[in-house]
């Protein structure tokens, strides 16, 4: 079955402006986390889903941040007025529910100028 | 909060060759997940494995929950076995897995 994906693979913008990252869990899949990989940072964790309410938020950086699921499926991830240290990959995985395995997506690249 | 080491931090082997990665964590923890990230980024699933042992063919992983560590066996290593091998930890009552700092695994020819 398909895995999850992630779109865009690669994103290049200015700072200041905004961006939309989006995940397709696995279907079926209720839960949906967010991470972001950077170099200074390693793998931090950034919000978590369940069905379409996010009981732990507690990872999100800054209120320029913000994310949301509808329909206990695709998810958005929101940077409002990037900054250069929003440069990261970000990365979402899904999985059956809490304290179940987690399974990633390939990532999207955020580079902002 | 947890804090979860890993070593060695880099690891450069000869294809064939046997190695064991670390990782110790600092809390009593609820789940422990293996994870190896291939030179295009992508994270792999390996092991989900809280406690005792487990194999799948050249890999295998054991955590001793009690004494906060777990190991990850690479036996008859291979090029494509190069890449970041992370483990990460889930701590009770949390849905969130708090990463190690990552071995990097280099195997030549």
């Known amino acids: 079955g398909a895995g999850v994906s992630q779109s865009p693979s690669n994103k290049v913008t200015e700072k200041g402006k905004d961006v939309e990252l989006r995940c397709d869990p696995i279907s079926g899949h209720t839960a949906l986390y967010w991470y972001r990989q950077s170099l200074g940072q390693g793998l931090e964790f950034l919000i978590y889903?369940?069905?379409?309410?996010?009981?732990?938020k507690s990872g999100l950086p800054s209120d320029r941040f913000s994310a949301e699921r509808t329909g206990g499926s695709v998810s958005t991830l929101t940077i409002q007025r990037t900054q250069q240290e929003d440069s990261a990959v970000y990365l979402c995985?899904?999985?059956?529910?809490?304290?179940?395995?987690?399974?990633f997506g390939p990532g999207t690249r955020l580079l902002v100028l | 909060g947890i804090q979860v080491e890993q070593s060695p931090p880099d690891l450069i082997l000869q294809e064939g060759a046997n190695s064991t990665l670390r990782c110790n964590f600092s809390d009593s923890v609820n789940n422990l997940q293996w994870f190896h990230q291939n030179p295009w980024g992508q994270l792999i699933n390996l092991f989900y494995?809280?406690?005792g042992t487990k194999q799948n063919g050249r890999l295998s992983a054991t955590t001793v929950a009690t004494e906060r560590y777990s190991l990850l066996y690479i036996s008859s290593s291979q090029t494509t076995d190069s890449g970041v091998y992370f483990c990460?930890?889930?701590?009770?009552?949390?849905?969130?897995?708090?990463f190690g700092t990552g071995t990097r695994l280099q195997v030549f020819p």
């Open positions: 990460a930890v889930e701590m009770w009552n949390t849905d969130k897995l708090i």
């Open positions: 995985a899904s999985s059956l529910g809490g304290e179940e395995t987690q399974y």
């Open positions: 494995i809280p406690s």
């Open positions: 889903f369940q069905g379409n309410s996010a009981p732990d």
